[in-house]
């Protein structure tokens, strides 16, 4: 993984863990490719993952473009370096498969792949919006020599196909599993933790403030309704701490609500249980700029929430013809918004349906379906 953050591709991985550890008896340690820095939430949750060693040597690097400089032979033994240090470090355990979360793990699962001799399989691991150098040189070879591509949506899949091309024999969609437990919390009580009215109709999104996610867009549809819908109420909720950006993007938005004049109706969070957040609210929201099998809507549908999401064919997959999955304007997220303000029975028929639908995102057949792709390529 990039770095100890908990985001919806580390719930992944160390949900993963943990139901391999007490299903199957696995050993299961974690490589860092960024920093060894870990969030409390995620030190937290990897302890209860069964995590049994938390790797990281030192700043990633594993780089080489395609130019005859001095400067570039000297990338080339940095990346050497890089990963002979790996090697060194990680032989004595006998790893069998590499499981990487987003793309630069990805590309340094590769390489481990080559020079460990007990690695079995690895893959590419396309998940949502992410970084990409095609014209890098390792990243362009282990693009394309890589066992098996896997997305966790058609989004990843084009993402991966626009920069590297795809063969079609080896790629895959893999719909993510649902990460979350369902913990029952008093509606009454969280209300009255987080200062909202008991007779608000809430609205709510579970996302880090990060640059693909559209707060400000919500924020402003949200002002609109608010002005004919006296109860309705809104919560952001996610890790101002995740990144510098995170920061500047919570500050920013924290001082828009005042301008606003929205203190009373508007409640900006972080680092909050995300079990009692969504204990709190009556919709769910996710408007983005792109997503691959979103965490926050299998969660929502897992609390019985009605969502509100950008049409990314990922939200497709869970919502299927929902009436609700929309374009990101602000004008259908307004109509949207009033539509289930004022109708409680569609709220209720859209989130029981959601509710039944999600059981069947289980991390049994998470493994089931990754095993068949991995046994094809052995």
Not at 26 to 50: I, N, R
Not at 128 to 140: A, I, S, T
Not at 232 to 246: D, K, P, V
């Amino acid at each position: 993984m990039h770095y100890g953050s908990l985001g919806g591709a580390e719930r992944q991985g160390l949900g993963l863990a943990k139901f391999l550890t007490e299903e199957y008896q696995c050993e299961v340690s974690l490589l860092l490719t960024f920093s060894d820095e870990l969030q409390p939430d995620f030190k937290q949750f990897a302890k209860a993952c069964h995590i049994r060693h938390i790797f990281h040597t030192h700043a990633p690097y594993l780089v080489c473009w395609k130019e005859l400089s001095y400067r570039n032979l000297k990338r080339l033994v940095w990346s050497f370096k890089y990963i002979w240090g790996y090697r060194k470090l990680l032989k004595p355990y006998g790893f069998d498969y590499i499981f990487p979360f987003l793309n630069f793990p990805s590309k340094v699962a590769f390489y481990l792949y080559k020079v460990l001799p007990t690695v079995k399989f690895t893959f590419w691991h396309q998940l949502g919006l992410d970084v990409f150098k095609p014209d890098e040189l390792f990243e362009k070879y282990a693009s394309r020599a890589v066992p098996a591509v896997i997305a966790n949506s058609q989004t990843g899949l084009e993402l991966y196909k626009r920069h590297y091309g795809l063969d079609k024999e080896k790629s895959y969609i893999l719909p993510q599993y649902l990460t979350m437990e369902y913990l029952y919390f008093d509606k009454k009580e969280i209300r009255n933790k987080f200062n909202i009215p008991q007779d608000a109709l809430v609205f709510g999104m579970v996302a880090h403030y990060r640059e693909d996610k559209k707060h400000e867009l919500i924020l402003e549809a949200f002002k609109k309704v608010s002005e004919n819908f006296e109860d309705a109420f809104l919560i952001f909720t996610g890790n101002r701490e995740s990144s510098r950006y995170t920061r500047i993007k919570y500050d920013a938005l924290e001082k828009s609500i005042r301008e606003e004049g929205l203190e009373q109706k508007v409640r900006l969070l972080s680092q909050e249980s995300i079990e009692e957040v969504l204990s709190s609210l009556d919709v769910g929201l996710l408007i983005s700029e792109i997503e691959g099998m979103p965490n926050a809507v299998m969660e929502y549908m897992l609390y019985g929430l009605p969502v509100i999401a950008s049409d990314h064919p990922g939200c497709k997959y869970l919502l299927k013809e929902s009436p609700y999955l929309i374009s990101n304007n602000r004008e259908h997220l307004i109509g949207k918004m009033s539509e289930l303000l004022n109708h409680p029975s569609i709220r209720d028929q859209h989130g029981l349906k959601n509710r039944e639908y999600i059981k069947s995102f289980t991390k049994e057949s998470y493994v089931r379906d990754l095993s068949t792709i991995i046994k094809r390529h052995l």
